[in-house]
């Protein structure tokens, strides 16, 4: 299995761009994570799942962390760049064989890009939120989301990764349903986190 991250990765650096600087210290959903820390967090990931999709014996050691003092200056256009750099190393197919490493972990490839794809939905979705613009995944990426946050949810929550399901009917959308798995809470706004 591979998967073109190539939209998501546009979609989530178009909602980058729009970003404007009086929005950084906002919140997101992610739990006590401000607009800036969680940019800092994508650009890290990007590099982050970037190696891992390369086979980079430096993915072993990367991390993403949720420090907004950690946030590069060029943010705007550093970002971008990485996400474009991600999908295109994702989109070799040697990146979905084998195994990978990202974030001192050891995953087969397939789930370390299934994880990746997830990474760039979810906060591409946080972001948006926290910054009233729109994101609308495409529907491949929905599905294989939905399928990782459901799989994953029925677990229960996982440290790091996901928070406690939120309810969602069964009749939402695909995308909706994947929020919910994940820990968010599709109708979540700036002003209900205050």
């Known amino acids: 299995m591979s998967i073109d991250l190539t939209p998501t990765a ?26 800036a820390a969680l940019l800092d967090h994508l650009h890290g990931l990007a590099r982050a799942f970037r190696l891992a ?25 550093a970002i971008p760049a990485r996400l474009d750099a991600l999908a295109a190393a994702w989109r070799d197919p040697a990146a979905w064989a084998g195994t990978a490493h990202a974030g001192g972990l050891e995953m087969p490839a397939e789930v370390a890009g299934t994880v990746t794809l997830d990474e760039l939905v979810l906060h591409g979705w946080d972001l948006a939120v926290a910054t009233g613009q729109r994101f ?4 491949d990426a929905v599905a294989v989301v939905l399928a990782f946050t459901e799989a994953t949810a029925a677990g229960g929550p996982t440290e790091g990764l996901f928070g406690p399901a939120v309810a ?9 349903r994947a929020l919910g798995f994940s820990g968010r809470d599709p109708r979540w706004t700036p002003v209900t986190a205050a």
């Open 136 to 139: 609308e995944p495409d529907d």
């Open 168 to 176: 969602v009917p069964d009749r939402a959308p695909a995308f909706e």
């Open 10 to 35: 546009h979609a989530v650096a178009a909602v980058v761009s729009g970003i404007t600087d009086d929005q950084l210290g906002h919140p997101t959903p992610c739990a006590a994570t401000t607009v």
């Open 53 to 77: 999709a390369e086979k980079d014996p430096e993915a072993v050691d990367s991390t993403a962390s949720l420090v907004a003092e950690h946030l590069a200056p060029d943010w705007r256009t």
